[in-house]
């Protein structure tokens, strides 16, 4: 019987299932809504299928003007996300090198505020263009991104500092070259929450205050009352946060990162 088991285990299906089976739940949530939506428990003028909003998709990735707010989307994201992320670990190296007193006091008061409410006054101070709604990712962004880089320096075995140390290496070169290839794990792992963090801000962002984006398509087809515009939007920003996702556990996997 354990053969017969293992033979199962080595079997190309099984190896299939188990790498993609995350994926199932997906196709499930897809096959429910498109069933409902055939079934008509819910009017389309509410809930458009996913063909539908799937079509709607295909066709508007052939329009210039679409393209065009998807790359407003992707300029404000990555630049407050690679923003974040440098601003994150030199917090983060900082609080491992001995300014964690300092600023600990100042993580705990700032983190639970909702980044959110911070928006008004970052358009007041720097306008409706990208520079608000980048802050605003910064903001929210930074701090788990710092939070990884403390976990990941905390993590690195003494025995790897002490052999650079005894090697003649200063104390910036260890940093460098030993303690943040080692802590990329945590790190790899915090920019994943971030993120996610960037798409949820950008699209606020642009729901609240643009002339571009796919936040801004999104309350335009609402207040149309455009349900399949509305979605693709949603479906595109879900799409968007699923391929950077999958890009950062292909890095992790790729690279020599310690378990």
Known sequence: MDHLRAQARRSPLFVWFAKHGAIWPVIGLLAIWQLTCLAGFVPARLLPSPTAVAL?????????????????TLIRLFSGFLIALALGLCLGIAMAQGAEPFLTPL??????????????????????????????????????????????????????VWAA????ASRSVVVLTVKLPSALGPILTGCRIALVIACLNV??????????????????????????????????????????????QFARRRLPIAS
């Open 107 to 160: 993580v705990r008061v700032a983190s639970p505020i909702p980044k959110i409410a911070l928006y008004p006054a970052l358009v007041l101070l720097l306008g409706f263009g990208h520079a608000s709604k980048i802050a605003l990712v910064v903001a929210d962004a930074v701090f788990p991104l710092m939070l990884a880089t403390l976990h990941g320096l905390r993590s690195v075995p003494p025995k790897l």
């Open 203 to 248: 699209f606020l962002a642009e729901m609240i205050s643009s002339s571009d984006g796919l936040g801004h398509l999104l309350v335009t087809a609402a207040r149309s009352y455009q349900m399949v515009d509305m979605f693709v939007p949603l479906v595109l920003i879900s799409l968007i946060g699923l391929l950077l996702n999958a890009s950062l």
């Open 56 to 72: 709607r998709l295909a066709h508007d990735l052939l329009d210039p003007g679409f393209l065009f707010h998807i790359g407003q």
């Open 165 to 168: 140390q005894a090697a003649g």
